[in-house]
């Protein structure tokens, strides 16, 4: 990936990059990175948010009943998640803790939807009664959602649950294996290609009327548009052949999420209108009208709308190479920490004051603060030689970054503030979230 350091000229700016900066610098002047009290912080762009979800909206055709259920994983702070609700998202959700949080943001059972290949019957149960939407994993769910079924003796009611079953299509894994879910043994879903999986699968629709819906979800990030469109083309056609054998008892295609993030530079790489066309020429059946459809993006909602910004709280050289040891570490950047090849991010060097760097470029290690070698956000990267005092600001950070916390070091969670730009320039922050150690729902 090419770095483009920052300070290094007058380049065109990204709104968001305009943004960025500009509450780097007022959070500085604000004291929300003050050396002592907060020398790591979180912020998410609400502009951006909001943006994102427009055009999310946006790249489906309007006369399609489709609900946009966001990922809670990628960023499932109370705040934010009332943010999506009232941006006319629902909400998807893959455990019982984040179930809790989109009931918090105050989200309608009728836009919930649960996926997880670890269901216990209680949590069934509880979804079942809610009313929200379940993806039923593997045929040892399907038969404990039967147990729970109403027009069974003892059921314990299913309210207006909708009722579908996740598929694996089994089209191939993308470039980061742990983010793909429709390889040959990959774990979720029921495979559509092992021998006789499909036939069974059929006969499991054909013996309950009530499964109207068929849910795939290809992969995360590294997962081209391509291989999405390939996975949901199955699943249309699986409902396609559940359909002939009993007219209309596919109600809806809920089609996951999985857009892939541009980590390299401020722009998105590819959009949600992308996705749609991707989609539209893989499974045009998808957009006849017939099915109604739900969509379960994280990612691409989220990450480009928040950074982390930390002090440089030493510099020192080892070996002949520059280090600046700073608050972010792989307790904010799991992911890119343990797995720096798939999960790389852009550093940025900003001076004491919030501004951008105007240091002359060097290369050097970016480490984080726990306790062990590899801590480390950036190896051997160029970048305007960091001092003490100094920001360094982690951009695309938003989803599965600083709302995905690891304990390790019992390093805190750090604060998080929302923040809006006025036309004047001048920036507003909201807390959404104290430095802490436990995520409370009050947040
Ligand atoms: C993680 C996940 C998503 C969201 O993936 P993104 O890459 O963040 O868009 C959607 N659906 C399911 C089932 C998931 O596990």
Excluded at 358 to 385: I, M, S
Excluded at 414 to 430: L, M, N, Q, R
Aim: with cysteine.
């Amino acid at each position: 990936m090419t770095i483009r350091p920052n300070g290094s000229g007058p380049l065109p700016e990204h709104p968001r990059a305009h943004r960025r900066d500009l509450a780097v610098q007022a959070a500085v002047k604000d004291g929300l990175l003050d050396p002592d009290r907060a020398p790591l912080a979180a912020f998410l762009d609400l502009a951006g948010i909001r943006a994102a979800a427009r055009e999310l909206h946006r790249a489906w055709p309007a006369e399609l009943p489709v609900l946009h259920a966001f990922a809670a994983k990628a960023n499932s702070m109370v705040p934010v998640l009332r943010l999506l609700r009232e941006q006319g998202l629902g909400c998807e959700v893959a455990s019982p803790g984040e179930l809790d949080r989109a009931l918090a943001a105050g989200f309608d059972p009728a836009g919930i939807v649960l996926d997880s290949p670890v269901k216990t019957r209680a949590e069934l149960a509880r979804a079942l009664g809610l009313g929200i939407a379940v993806n039923i994993d593997n045929f040892q769910e399907l038969e404990r959602v039967d147990a729970l079924r109403p027009d069974r003796p003892g059921g314990s009611g299913q309210g207006g649950s909708r009722l579908g079953v996740r598929i694996n299509p089994q089209v191939g894994t993308g470039s980061i294996e742990a983010m793909s879910t429709a390889g040959r043994s990959t774990k979720f879903g029921i495979p559509l290609t092992d021998p006789g999986s499909r036939e069974r699968l059929l006969a499991a629709y054909a013996d309950r009327p009530w499964l109207r819906w068929v849910h795939v979800h290809v992969g995360s990030q590294g997962c081209p548009l391509e291989l999405t469109a390939a996975g949901v083309a199955a699943a249309v056609a699986f409902a396609q052949e559940v359909d002939r054998n009993r007219p209309g008892q596919i109600e809806g295609i809920d089609v996951g999420g999985g857009l892939a993030v541009d980590f390299d530079g401020d722009a998105d790489r590819a959009g949600f209108d992308d996705h749609v066309a991707a989609l539209r020429a893989a499974a045009p059946a998808l957009f006849d009208g017939r099915y109604r459809i739900v969509t379960e993006f994280g990612r691409a909602l989220l990450a480009k709308n928040g950074f982390l910004a930390s002090r440089v709280e030493y510099t020192k050289t080892a070996g002949g190479r520059p280090i600046a040891l700073t608050h972010a570490g792989a307790q904010v950047a799991t992911r890119t920490v343990f797995a720096p090849a798939a999960w790389p991010l852009r550093v940025l060097a900003y001076d004491r004051d919030g501004r951008p760097s105007t240091a002359a470029p060097a290369v050097q290690d970016v480490a984080g603060p726990c306790c062990f070698a590899g801590d480390l956000l950036a190896r051997g990267r160029e970048l305007p030689l960091l001092a003490e005092g100094d920001l360094v600001v982690v951009p695309d950070t938003g989803a599965y970054y600083f709302s995905t916390h690891f304990d390790y070091n019992s390093l805190p969670e750090p604060p998080v503030h929302a923040f809006e730009v006025a036309a004047d320039g001048s920036v507003d922050f909201t807390p959404l979230r104290p430095a802490g150690h436990c995520a409370t729902l009050e947040a």
